[in-house]
């Protein structure tokens, strides 16, 4: 079992921190308590409200809705 709810919700952190680092953003650590998933949607969320958005497609891969990169 993953740290988080499902294999789905820890890929989607994972990708949240390997664009943090791409981009150069400030990595925020997500609280595993407040990250959900609602549909085909994985809200990645801390304290400080929603971090990251990502859908899940039909085959299982994952897209990033939220946030856009310029």
């Keep these: 079992m993953s740290y988080y709810d499902t294999d789905q919700t820890d890929r989607a952190v994972e990708l949240f921190s390997r664009w943090s680092e791409r981009t150069g953003r400030i990595w925020q650590q997500p609280n595993r308590y407040e990250t959900e998933r609602i549909d085909d949607v994985i809200h990645i969320r801390n304290c400080n409200g929603d971090l990251a958005r990502y ?4 085959d299982g891969h994952l897209r990033k809705q939220w946030p856009r990169t310029p």
Excluded: A
């Design 55 to 58: 859908r899940v497609l039909p």
